[in-house]
């Protein structure tokens, strides 16, 4: 019979969609029409566990789940015994001290003798402790945001994505401590075949991965303008080059960074080249 990795995944909340999403990319069902607490992939061998976030690196590391995909704050945070086997680029955020905007930030030392409210007490802990900081943590398990304005705490120890949150409590942030994005976690004592699964997971994920923010690209050009052109697109290390029927006249093809395309789709037609196709690049598999 062959072996089922067991993975957990956030039941609701910010990562659960990316997370769907990545696992249907990686050409896995999974059955969420009907959320049972457990799903089967009909085509991987595969069944998802859905948990709140918090109980993710606990899951794991006792082996009620092989593997999970939860962020690195919680990892850091929860210090249970998991091995990050893959980062996963959604999800990023990080957490940060951040005081009341009108006060004067005098650096690290700002916080000796002040109250923090947090949700991340183990972090914050350690972050004090490594800086020699004598304040006293408040924890708070949600609206962390809010403590200053009640005079619950002198400062907060939070996650910040795009800053709005601080900007419209009238906070400032004053010092990262740390970068987290959505990782993939792993029982340290996985056994082979079910390690074996999750590579093939990680291969799969890798491939999705390499294809973001990126587009194939295909163009024709009078063989003399050829060198040019190749020029132009640096980094891709071997455009493909077709004669075309009509003599004199060649197609390239190639990968490309989306954000550099329109800059580089005006200076090819420049250079002369004609019939631009730009198509979506599903999976990039090296
Ligand atoms: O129910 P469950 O316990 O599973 O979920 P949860 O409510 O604890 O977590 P959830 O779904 O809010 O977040 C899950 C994970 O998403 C977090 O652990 C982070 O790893 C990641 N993440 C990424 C974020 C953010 N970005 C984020 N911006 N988690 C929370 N926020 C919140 C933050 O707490 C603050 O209130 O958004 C606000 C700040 O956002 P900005 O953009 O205004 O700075
Ligand atoms: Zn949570």
Known sequence: MEKTVRIALQAKGRLNEDSMELLEEAGISINSAKRQLLSKSPNFPLEVLYLRDDDIPQAVASGVADIGIVGFNEVAEKSKNVVVSHKLGFGQCRISLAIPKGEEYTGISYFNGKRVATSYPVILK???????????????????????????????????????????????????????????????????????????????????????????????????????????????KSPTLLPLAQKGWSSIHTVIDEDVLWTKIEQLKEIGAEDILVLSLEKMIL
Do not use: C, W
């Open 126 to 236: 350690r972050f004090f402790e490594e800086n020699n900081i004598n304040a006293t943590i408040e924890e708070i398990a949600g609206s962390v945001e809010v403590a200053p304005a009640v005079d619950m705490a002198d400062a907060i120890f939070d996650i910040v994505s795009s800053g709005g949150t601080l900007v419209s409590n009238g906070l400032k942030e004053v010092e990262k401590v740390i970068d987290s994005e959505a990782v993939l976690i792993s029982n340290p004592a996985i056994t082979p075949e079910k390690e074996a699964i999750m590579r093939q997971l990680i291969f799969r994920f890798e491939s999705v991965e390499r294809s973001r923010g990126k587009k194939y690209l295909l163009l024709n050009i009078a063989n003399e303008h050829i060198d040019a052109v190749l020029e132009l697109l640096p980094g891709m």
